[in-house]
T-cell receptor, first 116, second 116 residues
Framework: DTGVSQNPRHKITKRGQNVTFRCDPISEHNRLYWYRQTLGQGPEFLTY????????KSRLLSDRFSAERPKGSFSTLEIQRTEQGDSAMYLC??????????????FGPGTRLTVL | AQSVAQPEDQVNVAEGNPLTVKCTYS??????LFWYVQYPNRGLQFLLK??????LVKGSYGFEAEFNKSQTSFHLKKPSALVSDSALYFCAVSPLLNQAGTALIFGKGTTLSVSS
């Protein structure tokens, strides 16, 4: 169990550029979540996947944001036409869902995005 | 609206003294409750969770939390604080069998500072 990994750890981009982040969950975890954390706030839910199916998207996930989990393993989060307000820490988490509705979500180290 | 409140932005305690970090929630149903800790430039680490059963839950690093349904609270406690406990602590809830999914709702976080 190597934990949840995220790449890159830091990303600096100019306004209007597109960025893509990657998350590798704990192996065999079937659920994968994306959260956004801004300074002084707790993480806010963006979206989650059950295997390769995207089951829920928050209203925070504007049409500039898209997430995929093509083979039910790693996931990517893309932000198009970045804005300064997109600057935040983007956190990925994974969990193993079985008979219980909710199990523990384990978080990766995050990708810090700075939009200039 | 569903929410989590951590009424204290910062808690200061001396090493060796007991500590309490407060959390109250407003969620319909019977939620699952979690505590996470975040160290600088790192992701969230899971401490403990309450699903059902005994109201006193024991977790990692000597932490425990007490669930109080009538007061809708889930306070984090430790009998004897260590300097290494200094970090940012988040309370989170996940509504049970919520059709919207199992996204965690986080509080804003409480900074714990333990002095030697």
């Amino acid at each position: 169990d190597t934990g949840v990994s995220q790449n890159p750890r830091h990303k600096i981009t100019k306004r209007g550029q597109n960025v893509t982040f990657r998350c590798d969950p704990i192996s065999e975890h079937n659920r994968l979540y994306w959260y956004r954390q801004t300074l002084g706030q707790g993480p806010e839910f963006l979206t989650y996947f059950q295997n390769e199916a995207q089951l829920e998207k928050s209203r925070l996930l504007s049409d500039r944001f898209s997430a995929e989990r093509p083979k039910g393993s790693f996931s990517t989060l893309e932000i198009q036409r970045t804005e300064q307000g997109d600057s935040a820490m983007y956190l990925c988490a994974s969990s193993l869902e079985g008979l219980r509705v909710t199990d523990t979500q384990y978080f990766g180290p995050g990708t810090r995005l700075t939009v200039l | 609206a569903q929410s989590v409140a951590q009424p204290e932005d910062q808690v200061n305690v001396a090493e060796g003294n007991p500590l309490t970090v407060k959390c109250t929630y407003s969620v319909s149903g019977n939620p699952y409750l979690f505590w996470y800790v975040q160290y600088p430039n790192r992701g969230l680490q899971f401490l403990l969770k309450y699903i059902t059963g005994d109201n006193l839950v024991k977790g990692s690093y000597g932490f425990e939390a007490e669930f109080n349904k009538s007061q809708t609270s889930f306070h984090l406690k430790k009998p004897s604080a260590l300097v290494s406990d200094s970090a940012l602590y988040f309370c989170a809830v996940s509504p049970l069998l919520n059709q919207a999914g199992t996204a965690l709702i986080f509080g804003k976080g409480t900074t714990l500072s333990v002095s030697s």
